[in-house]
């Protein structure tokens, strides 16, 4: 416990009531790492002052180890934050005795060195707001207490009241500053973190030899089960959180139980989820969202798994960029396969259709109706009536679209399979694929 001990005053003049202040102990080897701070007060106010101020930095120390259990398992940092505690501790009783300068304020390296040390823990930033209100509250207690003991009650109550106002009117700037430290390093831990992990993942893609136990450390993530890759990106004006949509989206397709998201440049993120054990793959319709775009892989298994379904998820992202002028969509690999591999060489395939189509490539709405006339009636197995309740016409006009078609592609009645990559390659190429039923 704090106590603070009066000495017979013995000068004429009545000296401030700081000077008076004593710890409960001898000075220990603290006295080794204190502040600069230390010796001014040891000037000016005695070795009983900076006593004192330990004592309340060991305190303020104590008090935030009881309320953040967290931080009293790490020697290392609850030292740390003792340095600061006393340093804090040291200024205030330097502002509440008049010494040094009127802009004299709480802000110390060894606070900034904490706030910069949760960041690179780690940590939020609410966690080191935390602990400064912890610790200022036994500060201010501290110095309450000791006014209080050591002034006859005529005196203290303007005292109590000076040293109040005075610890209110810093507290706000000593805790802007701490939190403008741990943002800024914050920022520069996040940068180095995010760029370790694009370089190991890089690796990874690369097909390079990798540890994979340090891997996973690194990632935070298990490389082992099965996975499914997503890319993300938006346009210029999105306001979109990515983050948000890639999370929406791997719960839609079963994996809740892990992710990886890594920002990739301006506007893009690549992410993988681990599918839950035992759930079966969703293949149904995926959700979409205004301004962004969302590809997905299928569900691979381990290192190589990984590696794979994020190349599919990529061969998507490139097929859909093909169309400058598409709209935000969500497209999984598995419903455009076949497109992914009939566009592995768009200019090629772009000629491939062009020769097949002949006149029936042409940009005109006639020449639009009847490929997507011929398109159904090719993947309806040729069947009239299903053709004619999808475009809502009667079978007649299908049987004319459908031999107008084949007649201005110059189609001779084999088989139509090239006819049918074709079509789909003019679709991807030219018009609205994810239109199509």
Known sequence: MLTVLGPDRKDAEVPHWTYELSGARAPQPEGE???????????????????????????????????????????AVMVAIRRATTSTALRALMMVAGLGESDTTLASAEVDEIARDFARRGMELDDLLRTIRVGYAVLAAAFLDAATLLLPPTESSAELRRIS?????????????????????????????????????????GAEDVDRVHAEKVLGYPLAGPHIALVAWGGPHSTQDLRTVVDTVLQERGTASASLVLP??????????????????????????????????????????????????????????????????????????????????????????????????????????????????LDMDHSLSKVAAAEHISK????????????????????????????????????DPLARE
């Open 33 to 75: 790492w204190l502040s600069p701070d230390a010796e001014r007060v040891r000037e000016a106010l005695g070795d009983g002052a900076v006593t004192w101020a330990v004592e309340v930095g060991q305190d303020i120390a104590a008090r935030i180890a009881r309320k953040i259990p967290a931080l009293a398992d790490e020697a």
């Open 165 to 205: 106002v005075l610890l209110f009117e810093v507290h706000d700037d000593f805790t802007a500053g701490a939190a403008s430290a741990f943002i800024a390093e914050q920022s520069v831990w996040a940068a180095g973190v995010s760029a370790a992990r694009f370089d190991l993942v890089n690796q990874i893609l």
């Open 264 to 377: 990739v440049g301006l506007q893009t993120v690549w992410a993988w989820g681990t599918v839950r054990p035992g759930s079966s793959p969703h293949r149904g319709a995926l959700p979409t969202f205004d301004d962004v775009f969302v590809t997905v892989g299928e569900t691979g298994v381990g290192v190589e798994g990984f590696r794979r379904s994020h190349a599919e998820a990529k061969a998507v992202e490139r097929l859909i960029r093909l169309h400058p002028g598409r709209g935000p969509c969500t497209v999984a690999h598995e419903h455009v396969a076949l497109e992914v591999l009939l566009l592995s060489d768009p200019d090629a395939a772009d000629q491939f259709a062009s020769r097949l189509l002949g006149p029936l490539a042409q940009r005109e709405p006639r020449m639009a109706e009847l490929r997507s006339t011929l398109r159904r009636y």
């Open 396 to 431: 007649n006009t299908v049987t004319y679209r459908v031999h107008k078609a084949l007649n201005l592609c110059g189609h001779s009645g084999e088989t139509t399979t090239d006819l049918r990559a074709a079509l789909r390659i003019h679709e991807w190429l030219r018009g």
